[in-house]
């Protein structure tokens, strides 16, 4: 057996240029975070954007860049800033995005863009081409590649092809809105495993194909004349290990070394007597509620006085896609509703919310997670949620309590945390109360079976499965054919 290629939109590393050299940090998302370790471990090379336009790398740098990138196993494709216009912030982020999250009123179907979504996923199946021997396995990942796998199978029939979507696939009634709907559907057929984080996605994604394609699946699978496809899910995890090393190494550092945003959060808890601590992380994305989310905690201020000086909000989000117009207006909608809350409720003593709007080091991320009483998770809809699993993870006293959304994939695995309807203010309001005065043994009841559950399903064992499956369907497809 050869290597495996993992092929993503974006690389796990995010290459940015100072003023005469370049500096490279991790990438923030689920995917990235969650590949990176099944990526260390084995035998694989990972082909993907370096998150700046091709223009804007200086000549003298661009070696570099591939040096940076290969140290890491990693292959770059570039992208021009055209490129990066219409696939990117265009097809991708404003048609897709968008439709498979149900916010159907923000897609856009601009031919344009779908030319460039086309011109590009052909550049990554260049980028593959070029890579690729007989034996070696293609892993393709998430919304922005969906015509990938069909343009690998085209030029080398016999391959072996995973395609995994990080993301919803939404009930058949919305995708058929989708002008492009064919393509997509076939270009995601040229796998021969097609992986989702939940059997809802799974089951959306056979409907679609047999309304629009007119095509019947049997147990999961499609066959295609002499090929077949199968269809399952796979909900990914995290790497719980080193999140809850992480978090427990950090915990016994002595206190003068700890990091200035822990001397922060050791404030919150001096400064207010028994006051605790609410967290939010994620991508500033219309997609994670955090407008609702803001707004509820508003009204538990206001129904639940006595909490004043006694709870803080810290929500940290990462600017995402900031050239697409929805991220821009739900900037200003979140500044807004932060300022009229602070503005309303604050005191001398104490600042409702504290809103930090940057990526941070991942050991603020454990500091943020280790310190906090509640995790406050409200996407409207999210294919899966990694964050809810890393607080989980990082809580190795057991304590602490998850509010999650049901509209969220791992709200399916998750189910002894407190699952709200992220559209219902009094339940998110309740639920804010209810994990405020939980008591230890009931949060660490309920999270003695979630990190039960999250240990033994790890990102390792997740990415195990699927390359299991897809070599078993991939025997399956050479016996039949065989016989
Ligand atoms: P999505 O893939 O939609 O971004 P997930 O919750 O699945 O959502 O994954 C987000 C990932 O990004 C997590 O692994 C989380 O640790 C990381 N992350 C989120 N917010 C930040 C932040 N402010 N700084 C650094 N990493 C972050
Ligand atoms: O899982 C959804 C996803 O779009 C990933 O493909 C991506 O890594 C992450 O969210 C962050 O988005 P972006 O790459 O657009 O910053």
Redesign the pocket.
């Known amino acids: 057996m050869g290597k495996t290629i993992i092929i993503s939109n974006r690389l796990p590393l995010q290459i940015n240029i100072t003023e005469k050299d370049i500096e490279v940090t991790p990438s ?7 590949l990176k370790s099944f990526h260390k471990e084995g035998d694989s090379i990972w082909i993907g954007w370096t998150g700046m336009p091709e223009e804007e790398i200086p000549d003298d740098l661009k070696g570099k860049v591939l040096e940076e990138a290969k140290k890491q196993n990693c292959l770059p494709v570039d992208l021009t800033s055209e490129e990066i216009e219409g696939f990117y912030y265009g097809f991708s982020n404003r048609t897709i995005w968008p439709l498979f999250h149900y916010f159907m009123e923000y897609s856009e179907f601009e031919p344009e863009d779908w030319e460039s979504y086309k011109r590009v996923n052909q550049k990554y199946a260049e980028a593959v081409l070029e890579n690729l021997n007989d034996d070696d396995e293609v892993w393709v990942h998430d919304y922005q590649l969906l015509l990938l796998p069909k343009m690998i199978r085209d030029k080398k029939p016999n391959v072996t092809i995973g395609f995994f979507n ?2 919803p696939f939404p009930s058949s009634e919305v995708f058929r809105t989708l002008p492009w709907r064919e393509e997509i559907l076939e270009g995601m057929l040229g796998a021969d495993l097609i992986g989702f984080h939940t059997y809802d996605y799974e089951r959306h994604f056979l409907r679609s194909v047999k309304l629009i394609l007119r095509k019947d699946s049997t147990f999961n699978e499609i066959h295609l004349g002499n090929r077949i496809v199968r269809v399952d899910s796979f909900p990914m995890g ?1 790497d719980y290990q080193k999140f809850s090393d992480a978090s427990l190494n950090q915990q016994n550092q002595p206190s003068s070394e700890n990091s200035n945003f822990q001397k922060k959060l050791d404030y919150h808890k001096n400064s207010t007597s028994d006051a605790k601590l609410i967290i939010s ?3 500033l ?1 219309y ?2 509620g955090i407008a609702n989310r803001i707004r509820a905690y508003g009204y538990f201020l206001e129904k639940y006085p006595e909490y004043k000086e006694k709870v803080r909000l810290v929500m ?3 600017p ?1 896609r900031t050239n697409v117009p929805q991220y821009q207006l739900l900037k200003k909608e979140v500044d807004e509703l932060v300022g009229r809350i602070n503005g309303r409720f604050a005191t001398v003593n104490w600042t409702p919310i504290w809103y ?1 709007f ?5 050991e ?2 454990i500091d943020l997670y280790s310190s906090s009483d509640v995790a406050l998770i409200t996407p409207t809809r ?7 699993k ?1 607080y989980i993870a990082t809580r190795t006293d057991q304590t602490g309590v998850l509010i999650l959304s049901e509209m969220a994939g791992a709200a399916h695995e998750l189910n002894e945390a407190l699952i709200i309807n992220p559209n219902n203010f009094e339940q998110i309001v309740d639920a804010i109360k209810t994990a405020l005065e939980m008591p230890k043994e009931e949060q660490i009841r309920r999270n003695k079976m979630l990190q039960k559950r999250l240990k033994r399903y790890t990102v390792e064992k997740w990415a195990k499965d699927f390359m299991n499956s897809l070599r078993e369907a991939k025997n399956r497809i050479s016996k039949i054919k065989a016989e």
Do not use: Y
Not at 28 to 34: E, M, N, P
Not at 382 to 388: F, I, K, Q, S
């Open positions: 923030v998302g689920g995917l990235a975070t969650g990080h993301i995290i992380i994620d991508r994305d997609t994670k940290l989000a990462v995402s930090f940057r990526s941070m080091p991942f603020n991320l999210d294919g899966m949620n990694l964050v809810a890393e």
